[in-house]
């Protein structure tokens, strides 16, 4: 109880962020399985996730910081670099490579000028490679952000593109 | 209905009529359309069956788990239930296998099948708290997901008291985070935990030491969506169901370079050169299939398409996975996109696997460029054989394999390659 109030004070996220945190602590039977779920919403929250919002989960979570740094540099969906409002995630495995991939790779570099790991100046898109999505019947295949896409062509990529502002 | 995040339009096609039953049309299925399916009623009669008797059921039908592995489920239940409660269900939905997106056309389209399936697992091993584990990629799954046990909680086949049998059950769905290992069982569990995705010495198996260390028994989406047909059908008319020794609908998604990619429910006795030419339609331009990869695993010539889709010693086994290479595609090369697969995907944890595949992937690249010399083929080799042996988890144990295979089965390829190499270095 008295960690709680503590805790409430100091807090730096903002308020719609931490009881949504709050939610996914107390979804679980116990609240260190929420790790994975506030540390997505940390990312999709602030685009990457910084170094303060770490120590807030730690907090939230009754974890030592340690912990959670360690869990984080684990996990390939989750970005301790520059941040970015939408991430664009290109599968490169087996099967996107059988099925023309470069072609995609092409196109998004042709539009956005950005190259895997790279954000854009404006920082709206960050690029990604990753290995299978798992949509292989729909090859070459990307996300944006939450969203599963078939590469159809450089046009339909930019359509697609420009609905994410 | 809430809108959720674009899914992909993934074609499917069966001939059993069985798990892609809804599944084959591409929307989201409600609890009010799988109740006017007939849903749910497997679990009604389950409710009323002794939970031992369900396991014996499942054990009789001969299901096998369709995660990769191939283990008898009523085998794997009956090891849980030998230990003391409380016991946990695990849903293994973290499918990152390269070509295997199965268990997200079941997930995405047809959630209540496998919440069905889940419940009457649970009740016959006696869990009150289950979980799933989806994978960080599929985040339209996982929202479904959470909306269909909130339906059913609603219909009242979840919670408290489960259709006044006194059975009570929770269902907890959690995401992963773009880890290919979280697939293995243990470190599934490791991640459940809240802690990086290790996988864990065996033994103890799960079923001894799973969860907060307590009995487990993760399954996969595709095997629990089969408990609730076994339940409604009985053992005996389960079996019926293609080949005796492997009964039961099977999910092949196929993919590559083949006219009609797509998800395909088959009984297990299909063979793969069916698959390909009957159901996927055939090559793109009609050009000669060279080899077929069973995902990241094994590898299948032109001469071997003969192989039954089962898990029999020779068949196809694993995940099901088809993914096909036509004449002009180089074996080589994918060969290098498997090697930086599990590269990518080692944990780390020990260093046989976390050294030997970056180097398998290093060299390999080496060779393709034509700048190896003499010693990076013999090391290529070595590092190839000593990862398997050596590894703590089944990751390390496999990630030469398919290397090993097509070095058996296509070694003109591999001589291309060599003469490059020789030929480079005479140059210098």
Redesign the interface.
Known sequence: MLREIIYNFNTMLEEGLLSRLKEHADYFPKKEQAILMCLHEVQNYYGHIPQFALEEVAKLLGLPLNHVENVVSFYDMFDRGQPAKHRIRVCVSIVCELMNKDKLIKAIKELLGIDFGQTTKDGRFKLIAVQCLGACSEAPFFMVDEDAYKFESKEKLHEILSRYA | MRSY???????TETTLDMLLRRAKKPRVHTVEDYLRDGGYQALEKALNMDPQEIIEWVDKSQLRGRGGAGFPTGKKWKFAVQNPAPRYLICNAD???????KD?VLIERDPHLLIEGMIISAYAIGAN?AFVYI??????GYYILRDAIEEAKKKGFLGRNILGSGFDLEI?V???????ICGEESALIE???????FPRTKPPFPVQYGL?GKPTVVNNVETLCNIPFIIKLGWEDYRYMGPSDYPGPKLF?????VKK???YELPMNTTLREVVYKYAGGTINNKKVKAV?SG?LDCFSWEELDTPMDYSPFGFGGTGTV?V?TEE?DVV??CL??AE?YA??S?GQCTPCRVGTYEQANLLHRIIQGTATEGDWEGFDFVNRFIQPTSICGLGAVAGRLIRQTMKKFPEEWEKYRKLSTESSLSV
Do not use: Q, W
């Not at chain 2, 959690?174 to 290919?180: H, I, L, S, V």
């Not at chain 2, 991640?191 to 995705?197: D, P, T």
């Open positions: 995040p674009v899914m992909p339009n993934i074609y499918e990152s296998e390269p070509g295997t997106f997200r708290e994978r960080g990629e599929y985040p339209a907890y959690a995401r992963g985070a773009g880890a290919y991640s459940l935990e809240g802690k990086r995705g907060f998604p196929v993919s590559g370079k990619p797509g998800v990869f990241a993914i290479l595609d090369k994918m996109k498997v697969f990518h995907e944990c």
